[in-house]
Protein backbone atom coordinates (compact mmCIF):
# COMPACT_ATOMS: atom_id res chain seq x y z
CA UNK A 1 0.00 0.00 0.00
CA UNK A 2 1.48 3.64 -0.50
CA UNK A 3 2.54 5.53 2.47
CA UNK A 4 -0.77 8.07 2.75
CA UNK A 5 -3.53 4.64 3.47
CA UNK A 6 -0.94 3.49 5.12
CA UNK A 7 -0.79 6.25 7.95
CA UNK A 8 -4.94 6.47 7.63
CA UNK A 9 -5.49 3.50 7.88
CA UNK A 10 -3.33 3.09 10.66
CA UNK A 11 -4.32 6.59 12.69
CA UNK A 12 -7.82 5.40 12.01
CA UNK A 13 -7.17 2.56 14.76
CA UNK A 14 -5.79 5.27 17.03
CA UNK A 15 -8.96 7.04 17.14
CA UNK A 16 -9.00 9.66 14.07
CA UNK A 17 -11.47 9.75 11.62
CA UNK A 18 -10.81 9.06 8.29
CA UNK A 19 -13.10 11.47 6.96
CA UNK A 20 -11.12 14.46 9.61
CA UNK A 21 -7.50 12.60 7.59
CA UNK A 22 -8.95 13.24 3.79
CA UNK A 23 -10.67 16.65 4.11
CA UNK A 24 -9.79 18.90 1.31
CA UNK A 25 -8.57 15.95 -0.74
CA UNK A 26 -11.18 14.88 -2.80
CA UNK A 27 -10.43 11.40 -2.55
CA UNK A 28 -12.23 8.66 -0.78
CA UNK A 29 -10.37 5.51 1.18
CA UNK A 30 -10.98 3.61 -1.45
CA UNK A 31 -9.15 4.71 -3.92
CA UNK A 32 -5.82 5.42 -2.04
CA UNK A 33 -6.15 1.58 -1.40
CA UNK A 34 -5.37 1.05 -5.60
CA UNK A 35 -2.12 -0.34 -5.00
CA UNK A 36 -1.82 1.79 -8.33
CA UNK A 37 -2.50 4.62 -6.74
CA UNK A 38 -0.18 7.18 -6.60
CA UNK A 39 -0.56 10.14 -4.09
CA UNK A 40 0.78 13.61 -4.85
CA UNK A 41 2.92 15.75 -2.80
CA UNK A 42 -0.58 17.97 -2.42
CA UNK A 43 -2.18 14.68 -1.34
CA UNK A 44 0.42 14.28 1.28
CA UNK A 45 0.54 17.44 2.42
CA UNK A 46 -3.37 18.17 3.02
CA UNK A 47 -3.73 14.81 4.59
CA UNK A 48 -0.73 15.80 7.15
CA UNK A 49 -2.02 19.49 8.05
CA UNK A 50 -5.27 17.47 8.88
CA UNK A 51 -3.69 15.19 10.81
CA UNK A 52 -1.82 17.25 12.85
CA UNK A 53 -4.55 19.27 13.62
CA UNK A 54 -6.34 16.74 14.95
CA UNK A 55 -3.89 14.96 16.57
CA UNK A 56 -2.69 16.12 20.15
CA UNK A 57 0.04 14.15 21.59
CA UNK A 58 3.61 14.91 19.98
CA UNK A 59 4.12 11.20 20.62
CA UNK A 60 2.18 9.56 18.08
CA UNK A 61 4.43 9.38 15.08
CA UNK A 62 6.67 7.87 17.73
CA UNK A 63 4.26 5.48 18.56
CA UNK A 64 2.60 4.95 14.94
CA UNK A 65 6.86 3.73 13.76
CA UNK A 66 6.55 1.52 16.84
CA UNK A 67 3.59 -0.12 15.99
CA UNK A 68 5.29 -0.80 12.49
CA UNK A 69 5.19 -5.05 11.74
CA UNK A 70 6.99 -7.32 9.33
CA UNK A 71 4.01 -8.32 7.40
CA UNK A 72 2.98 -4.85 6.72
CA UNK A 73 5.61 -5.38 3.72
CA UNK A 74 3.72 -8.08 2.82
CA UNK A 75 6.32 -10.38 0.56
CA UNK A 76 8.91 -8.21 0.87
CA UNK A 77 8.78 -8.23 4.51
CA UNK A 78 9.02 -12.12 4.59
CA UNK A 79 12.14 -11.93 2.03
CA UNK A 80 13.89 -9.42 4.84
CA UNK A 81 12.73 -11.84 7.68
CA UNK A 82 13.84 -15.02 6.14
CA UNK A 83 17.59 -13.32 4.59
CA UNK A 84 20.68 -14.56 6.28
CA UNK A 85 21.92 -11.24 7.50
CA UNK A 86 20.86 -7.53 8.19
CA UNK A 87 23.08 -6.76 5.28
CA UNK A 88 20.83 -8.94 2.95
CA UNK A 89 17.99 -7.99 4.31
CA UNK A 90 19.05 -4.14 3.19
CA UNK A 91 19.47 -5.14 -0.19
CA UNK A 92 16.25 -6.87 -0.41
CA UNK A 93 14.29 -3.48 0.72
CA UNK A 94 16.74 -1.67 -1.43
CA UNK A 95 15.96 -4.06 -4.50
CA UNK A 96 11.92 -3.81 -4.15
CA UNK A 97 11.63 -0.55 -2.86
CA UNK A 98 9.17 -0.34 -5.60
CA UNK A 99 6.56 -2.16 -3.13
CA UNK A 100 7.52 0.23 -0.24
CA UNK A 101 5.94 3.43 -1.29
CA UNK A 102 7.10 6.37 1.20
CA UNK A 103 7.74 9.82 1.90
CA UNK A 104 11.58 10.21 1.90
CA UNK A 105 13.62 7.88 -0.17
CA UNK A 106 17.15 6.43 1.13
CA UNK A 107 20.30 6.88 -0.12
CA UNK A 108 23.03 4.45 1.95
CA UNK A 109 26.66 5.29 1.93
CA UNK A 110 28.81 2.53 4.13
CA UNK A 111 32.38 3.45 4.97
CA UNK A 112 34.25 1.67 7.17
CA UNK A 113 32.66 1.41 10.32
CA UNK A 114 29.87 4.13 9.74
CA UNK A 115 26.65 3.74 7.76
CA UNK A 116 24.96 6.88 6.99
CA UNK A 117 21.54 6.73 5.70
CA UNK A 118 19.96 10.21 4.04
CA UNK A 119 16.15 10.50 4.10
CA UNK A 120 15.72 12.66 1.01
CA UNK A 121 12.83 14.09 0.77
CA UNK A 122 10.60 13.26 -2.21
CA UNK A 123 8.93 17.18 -2.11
CA UNK A 124 9.70 19.81 0.81
CA UNK A 125 7.94 18.79 3.62
CA UNK A 126 8.08 22.21 5.64
CA UNK A 127 6.26 21.87 8.87
CA UNK A 128 5.32 18.36 8.42
CA UNK A 129 8.73 17.07 8.80
CA UNK A 130 9.16 16.14 12.10
CA UNK A 131 6.05 13.97 11.96
CA UNK A 132 7.87 11.63 8.89
CA UNK A 133 11.37 11.76 10.66
CA UNK A 134 10.16 10.47 13.95
CA UNK A 135 7.72 7.79 12.15
CA UNK A 136 10.31 6.52 9.89
CA UNK A 137 12.85 6.23 12.25
CA UNK A 138 10.82 5.02 14.87
CA UNK A 139 9.56 2.34 11.94
CA UNK A 140 13.32 1.94 11.04
CA UNK A 141 14.14 0.97 14.64
CA UNK A 142 11.31 -1.11 15.52
CA UNK A 143 11.62 -3.19 12.23
CA UNK A 144 15.42 -3.75 12.27
CA UNK A 145 15.68 -4.98 16.13
CA UNK A 146 12.42 -7.55 14.89
CA UNK A 147 14.69 -8.74 11.70
CA UNK A 148 18.02 -9.26 14.56
CA UNK A 149 16.32 -9.50 18.17
CA UNK A 150 18.73 -7.75 19.55
CA UNK A 151 18.27 -3.51 20.06
CA UNK A 152 19.57 -1.44 17.45
CA UNK A 153 21.22 1.73 18.00
CA UNK A 154 21.59 5.14 16.34
CA UNK A 155 24.89 6.35 17.05
CA UNK A 156 24.44 10.17 15.73
CA UNK A 157 20.97 12.54 13.78
CA UNK A 158 21.55 15.57 11.52
CA UNK A 159 17.77 17.03 11.12
CA UNK A 160 16.98 20.07 8.37
CA UNK A 161 14.43 21.13 11.08
CA UNK A 162 14.39 23.34 13.98
CA UNK A 163 13.95 21.50 17.25
CA UNK A 164 10.54 21.12 17.74
CA UNK A 165 9.28 21.91 21.34
CA UNK A 166 8.68 17.84 21.83
CA UNK A 167 13.07 17.78 21.46
CA UNK A 168 13.68 15.31 24.63
CA UNK A 169 11.47 12.40 23.30
CA UNK A 170 14.08 12.07 20.93
CA UNK A 171 16.72 10.94 23.26
CA UNK A 172 13.70 8.89 25.09
CA UNK A 173 12.70 6.87 21.71
CA UNK A 174 16.31 6.98 19.75
CA UNK A 175 18.93 6.88 22.69
CA UNK A 176 20.60 10.00 21.25
CA UNK A 177 20.17 13.93 20.82
CA UNK A 178 19.69 15.36 17.21
CA UNK A 179 21.21 17.80 15.71
CA UNK A 180 19.31 19.99 14.41
CA UNK A 181 18.80 23.01 11.64
CA UNK A 182 21.42 21.17 8.99
CA UNK A 183 21.46 20.73 6.00
CA UNK A 184 20.13 17.35 5.53
CA UNK A 185 18.41 14.35 7.20
CA UNK A 186 20.71 11.60 8.15
CA UNK A 187 21.18 8.99 10.60
CA UNK A 188 24.33 7.67 11.59
CA UNK A 189 24.55 3.74 12.35
CA UNK A 190 27.49 0.94 12.89
CA UNK A 191 27.95 -0.50 9.83
CA UNK A 192 28.77 -3.77 12.34
CA UNK A 193 25.13 -4.53 12.57
CA UNK A 194 25.07 -4.74 8.70
CA UNK A 195 26.74 -8.44 9.49
CA UNK A 196 24.01 -9.33 12.19
CA UNK A 197 22.01 -12.47 11.44
CA UNK A 198 18.53 -12.61 11.00
CA UNK A 199 16.90 -14.31 13.93
CA UNK A 200 14.36 -16.63 11.78
CA UNK A 201 16.59 -16.84 8.77
CA UNK A 202 15.62 -19.52 6.39
CA UNK A 203 17.41 -20.33 3.14
CA UNK A 204 14.15 -21.93 1.73
CA UNK A 205 11.63 -19.09 2.97
CA UNK A 206 14.06 -16.59 1.20
CA UNK A 207 14.36 -18.11 -2.45
CA UNK A 208 10.23 -18.55 -2.04
CA UNK A 209 9.67 -14.84 -1.38
CA UNK A 210 12.35 -13.87 -3.51
CA UNK A 211 10.73 -15.42 -6.41
CA UNK A 212 6.99 -14.08 -5.58
CA UNK A 213 8.88 -10.40 -5.08
CA UNK A 214 10.23 -11.16 -8.88
CA UNK A 215 6.64 -12.53 -10.16
CA UNK A 216 5.26 -9.55 -8.70
CA UNK A 217 7.79 -7.08 -10.33
CA UNK A 218 7.54 -8.45 -13.30
CA UNK A 219 3.27 -9.00 -13.49
CA UNK A 220 3.42 -5.02 -12.48
CA UNK A 221 6.00 -3.99 -15.08
CA UNK A 222 4.07 -6.25 -17.85
CA UNK A 223 0.44 -5.27 -16.64
CA UNK A 224 0.46 -1.79 -15.20
CA UNK A 225 1.02 1.52 -16.76
CA UNK A 226 4.56 2.29 -17.85
CA UNK A 227 3.40 6.38 -17.38
CA UNK A 228 2.44 5.80 -13.94
CA UNK A 229 5.83 3.36 -12.80
CA UNK A 230 7.67 6.28 -14.75
CA UNK A 231 5.88 9.11 -13.11
CA UNK A 232 6.71 7.00 -9.64
CA UNK A 233 10.16 7.08 -9.86
CA UNK A 234 10.76 10.80 -11.11
CA UNK A 235 8.90 11.68 -8.01
CA UNK A 236 11.18 9.95 -6.12
CA UNK A 237 14.00 12.20 -6.86
CA UNK A 238 12.85 15.39 -7.67
CA UNK A 239 15.79 18.12 -8.88
CA UNK A 240 17.89 14.88 -9.72
CA UNK A 241 15.96 13.40 -12.73
CA UNK A 242 17.09 10.58 -14.99
CA UNK A 243 17.47 11.36 -18.52
CA UNK A 244 15.35 9.09 -20.75
CA UNK A 245 18.08 6.81 -21.53
CA UNK A 246 18.97 6.37 -18.06
CA UNK A 247 15.02 5.85 -17.02
CA UNK A 248 14.85 3.34 -19.82
CA UNK A 249 17.75 0.76 -18.41
CA UNK A 250 15.45 1.28 -15.00
CA UNK A 251 12.83 -0.91 -16.54
CA UNK A 252 15.60 -2.55 -18.77
CA UNK A 253 14.39 -1.40 -22.17
CA UNK A 254 16.58 0.23 -24.96
CA UNK A 255 16.02 3.99 -25.50
CA UNK A 256 13.83 3.00 -28.67
CA UNK A 257 11.45 0.36 -26.96
CA UNK A 258 10.96 2.69 -23.90
CA UNK A 259 9.54 5.59 -26.07
CA UNK A 260 7.16 3.01 -27.78
CA UNK A 261 6.01 1.35 -24.89
CA UNK A 262 4.76 5.23 -23.96
CA UNK A 263 3.61 6.15 -27.48
CA UNK A 264 1.66 2.76 -26.82
CA UNK A 265 -0.05 4.56 -23.48
CA UNK A 266 -0.49 8.05 -25.42
CA UNK A 267 2.22 9.67 -23.48
CA UNK A 268 6.08 10.37 -23.87
CA UNK A 269 9.03 10.52 -21.58
CA UNK A 270 9.08 14.80 -22.17
CA UNK A 271 5.16 14.74 -21.26
CA UNK A 272 5.74 13.16 -17.82
CA UNK A 273 8.63 14.88 -17.09
CA UNK A 274 6.78 18.23 -17.80
CA UNK A 275 3.61 17.12 -15.80
CA UNK A 276 5.93 15.90 -12.54
CA UNK A 277 7.63 19.30 -12.77
CA UNK A 278 4.16 21.37 -13.04
CA UNK A 279 2.76 19.45 -9.85
CA UNK A 280 5.93 20.11 -8.28
CA UNK A 281 6.20 23.51 -8.67
CA UNK A 282 2.79 24.13 -7.71
CA UNK A 283 3.54 22.77 -4.67
CA UNK A 284 6.74 24.67 -3.94
CA UNK A 285 4.91 27.78 -4.71
CA UNK A 286 1.69 26.89 -2.59
CA UNK A 287 3.62 25.72 0.60
CA UNK A 288 7.43 26.78 1.07
CA UNK A 289 8.86 30.46 0.89
CA UNK A 290 11.58 29.31 -2.02
CA UNK A 291 12.43 31.41 -4.50
CA UNK A 292 11.73 31.01 -8.33
CA UNK A 293 15.36 30.26 -8.72
CA UNK A 294 15.53 28.38 -5.68
CA UNK A 295 12.62 26.50 -7.70
CA UNK A 296 13.88 26.04 -10.78
CA UNK A 297 16.86 24.58 -9.57
CA UNK A 298 15.58 22.04 -7.46
CA UNK A 299 12.99 20.86 -10.78
CA UNK A 300 16.75 20.86 -12.82
CA UNK A 301 16.03 24.03 -14.68
CA UNK A 302 19.27 25.74 -15.82
CA UNK A 303 18.25 28.98 -14.72
CA UNK A 304 15.24 31.19 -13.42
CA UNK A 305 14.04 32.61 -17.21
CA UNK A 306 13.63 28.69 -18.22
CA UNK A 307 11.52 27.88 -15.59
CA UNK A 308 9.55 31.04 -15.45
CA UNK A 309 8.79 30.19 -19.49
CA UNK A 310 8.21 26.82 -18.46
CA UNK A 311 5.92 27.89 -15.60
CA UNK A 312 3.95 30.28 -18.15
CA UNK A 313 3.34 28.15 -20.49
CA UNK A 314 1.67 25.27 -18.18
CA UNK A 315 -0.77 27.96 -16.39
CA UNK A 316 -1.00 31.14 -18.43
CA UNK A 317 -0.08 32.73 -15.42
CA UNK A 318 3.32 34.57 -14.20
CA UNK A 319 4.89 32.99 -10.76
CA UNK A 320 4.44 36.56 -9.32
CA UNK A 321 0.87 36.49 -10.35
CA UNK A 322 0.14 33.37 -9.23
CA UNK A 323 1.47 33.75 -6.00
CA UNK A 324 -0.07 37.54 -5.63
CA UNK A 325 -3.56 35.10 -6.30
CA UNK A 326 -2.26 32.65 -3.89
CA UNK A 327 -1.65 35.55 -0.79
CA UNK A 328 -5.23 36.65 -1.81
CA UNK A 329 -6.62 33.18 -1.22
CA UNK A 330 -6.90 32.03 -4.78
CA UNK A 331 -5.97 28.63 -6.02
Not at 153 to 165: F, S
Not at 249 to 269: D, G, K, P, V, W
Amino acid sequence: MNRLHYYIQSLEEKGLGREVMLAGLNLDFDSLANPRFIPTPEHYTLAFNNILQAAHSPRLPFELGNQSKINDYGVVGYAALSSKTLKDAREIYMKYDRFVDDIVSLKNVINGPVWWVDLVECFPLGHIAPFVVEEFVSRLVKLTTTLINKPFPIVAMQLNYPAPEHSDLYLEYFGCEPVFGQNKNRITLDAAYLESPISLANDDVFALCKRQCDAILKEFRQQGSLSQEVKRKLLENPGQFLILEEMAHEFNMTARTFRRHLSLEQSSFHTLLDQTRKELALHYLKHTELTPKEIGYALGYSSASNFRRAFKAWTGKTLSYYRKDLAEGGE
